[in-house]
């Protein structure tokens, strides 16, 4: 694996500096480093799912909780180790060849048949998690508002705030965001969004752990948070494992961050290293927040552990906090969105190769603006894209409950189902062999995990709808 081949030739929105011209072809020049690497892991992964760590672990109780975090994390690295030996994809009669993306990678793999049950799985995913980011995004803007109006007026002063501004607002600011061509061009959004992620996840865990101070001793319990029965328990739990579930795992974007890196040191095994520290700095982080939230808080611990926070001072830092987290998912929601992006514009571009509207770029100029280009195909449908995710956040501003639903639908088909099934082919692992047999049962049990983490989060949000 890793072996050096030719630049492959994509399809990036390039353009010259004339009003309107026809979309080229260029190599990518691939300058990815294993810190840019950790930088998109880290911006992809830490993000809604941390704030719901210290809501999972009062559900499942001191000893289930940190065991099911450390499991996660675990069955991630392995996922990701397999994928990772996919990249290079070994043509009989070229050589090995580059896989530009997940897709592209069961399609190589698999064959047709299963690309098209990926692909509705993987859009979906991909749609979702930004669907979930605004729901989060608005929650931490809704926080600001309230941290400041608590500190003005007083703890006990009616400070209440809707969520539809702060979801449309937060919509205006990826509408712009949006153009950004592709993966190529945003290590710089990686890197700021990353530093974000470390920013609130310390202030996660500092607050906690202050609270606990204050407390002066450890709230929680064994068993977790107790409900009015069995049934209602086992829901409780069924959802925390669904939430969980959506914290960790990135392989939908893998290939894409394994994409932009440099030949050498070959590919797999510089993004081996970014999956393991980043897999290792998240873990700290989700143990850290989730463990002192559930000690500061026990059966009170919120479900958005920034966004509801017991004490109101200071209120500075809760705010800086919630505005590190709307930073942080500026660029977390790109992430998420570029692959859908790509897909959608590069089969608009084969199936009308001769469109003006799919293909041309116009220069546009504002003043007191640089000119910029402008793709009439890339402008609509992105800007519809943002506008949908958007409603359906308003529709459904459920947090710990949605982050559980597609934690749940996710979790096996697209980071253990389908990255076994290729690996199978990749290594030409015999049916019964040993390795056969151990990553169909690692497959299954992970299935089981997916079914009881959907029905506990699907019947939480019909509670909620409900209630």
């Known amino acids: 694996m890793g072996h050096e081949?030719?630049?492959?030739?994509?399809?990036?929105?390039?353009?010259?500096?004339?009003?309107?011209?026809?979309?080229?072809?260029?190599?990518?020049?691939?300058?990815?480093?294993?810190?840019?690497?950790?930088?998109?892991?880290?911006?992809?992964?830490?993000?809604?799912?941390?704030?719901?760590?210290?809501?999972?672990?009062?559900?499942?109780?001191?000893?289930?909780?940190?065991?099911?975090?450390?499991?996660?994390?675990?069955?991630?690295?392995?996922?990701?180790?397999l994928l990772c030996d996919c990249y290079m994809f070994p043509h009989p009669q070229h050589g090995p060849n580059r896989v530009h993306s997940y897709m592209d990678a069961v399609l190589l793999y698999l064959g047709e048949k299963k690309q098209r049950v990926c692909g509705i799985i993987a859009h979906e995913s991909l749609y979702g998690t930004t669907v979930a980011y605004v729901i989060t995004s608005s929650n931490s803007i809704k926080a600001i508002q309230k941290s400041n109006c608590y500190h003005r007026e007083g703890h006990d002063a009616?400070?209440?705030?809707?969520?539809?501004?702060?979801?449309?607002?937060?919509?205006?600011?990826?509408?712009?965001?949006?153009?950004?061509?592709?993966?190529?061009?945003?290590?710089?959004?990686?890197?700021?969004?990353?530093?974000?992620?470390?920013?609130?996840?310390?202030?996660?865990?500092?607050?906690?752990?202050?609270?606990?101070?204050?407390?002066?001793?450890?709230?929680?319990?064994?068993?977790?948070?107790?409900?009015?029965?069995?049934?209602?328990?086992?829901?409780?739990?069924?959802?925390?494992?669904?939430?969980?579930?959506?914290?960790?795992?990135?392989?939908?974007?893998?290939?894409?961050?394994?994409?932009?890196?440099?030949?050498?040191?070959?590919?797999?095994?510089?993004?081996?290293?970014?999956?393991?520290?980043?897999?290792?700095?998240?873990?700290?982080?989700?143990?850290?927040?989730?463990?002192f939230g559930y000690a500061a808080f026990g059966n009170n611990t919120p479900g958005n552990l920034l966004t509801g926070f017991g004490f109101f001072e200071p209120y500075w830092l809760i705010d800086f906090a919630n505005a590190c987290i709307v930073l942080h998912l500026v660029g977390g929601y790109q992430?998420?969105?570029?692959?859908?992006?790509?897909?959608?514009e590069r089969w608009f571009t084969n199936k009308f190769p001769s469109s003006g509207f799919v293909n041309n770029l116009y220069t546009v100029k504002i003043p007191l603006l640089p000119s910029f280009q402008m793709?009439?195909?890339?402008?609509?449908?992105?800007?519809?894209?943002?506008?949908?995710?958007?409603?359906?956040?308003?529709?459904?501003?459920?947090?710990?409950?949605?982050?559980?639903?597609?934690?749940?639908?996710?979790?096996?088909?697209?980071?253990?189902?389908?990255?076994?099934?290729?690996?199978?082919?990749?290594r030409k692992i015999q049916p019964?062999?040993?390795?056969?047999i151990v990553l169909r049962t690692f497959s299954f049990f992970c299935f089981l995990v997916t079914i009881v983490g959907l029905v506990g989060s699907i019947q939480g949000i019909v509670s909620a709808k409900l209630g």
């Open 158 to 291: 009616p400070c209440s705030y809707g969520d539809t501004s702060y979801m449309l607002l937060f919509g205006a600011v990826q509408v712009v965001m949006s153009q950004i061509p592709n993966f190529h061009n945003m290590a710089w959004l990686s890197v700021v969004a990353a530093i974000m992620s470390f920013t609130y996840s310390f202030i996660g865990f500092g607050l906690g752990f202050a609270q606990v101070i204050e407390n002066g001793t450890i709230k929680g319990s064994i068993t977790g948070v107790p409900a009015a029965s069995v049934v209602d328990k086992l829901w409780l739990i069924f959802q925390a494992l669904g939430d969980i579930a959506f914290s960790y795992p990135y392989t939908i974007i893998l290939l894409e961050i394994q994409d932009t890196l440099k030949s050498n040191p070959p590919e797999n095994k510089t993004m081996k290293r970014a999956s393991m520290v980043a897999i290792f700095v998240t873990t700290f982080f989700y143990l850290c927040c989730g463990c």
């Open 5 to 81: 081949v030719a630049e492959d030739s994509q399809s990036p929105l390039l353009g010259s500096s004339s009003s309107s011209t026809q979309v080229s072809a260029e190599p990518v020049n691939r300058t990815g480093t294993i810190w840019t690497a950790i930088a998109h892991i880290i911006t992809g992964v830490i993000g809604a799912g941390v704030l719901s760590m210290a809501w999972s672990m009062a559900q499942l109780g001191w000893i289930a909780g940190p065991i099911s975090t450390l499991a996660f994390a675990a069955l991630t690295m392995v996922s990701t180790y």
């Open 375 to 426: 793709n009439p195909l890339k402008l609509c449908f992105r800007t519809a894209y943002v506008a949908s995710t958007t409603l359906i956040a308003m529709i459904f501003p459920y947090f710990n409950q949605v982050l559980g639903v597609l934690g749940a639908l996710n979790f096996w088909p697209l980071a253990i189902y389908f990255p076994v099934e290729m690996y199978f082919v990749q």
């Open 432 to 436: 019964w062999s040993r390795k056969w």
């Open 335 to 344: 992430i998420f969105s570029q692959p859908v992006f790509a897909f959608v």
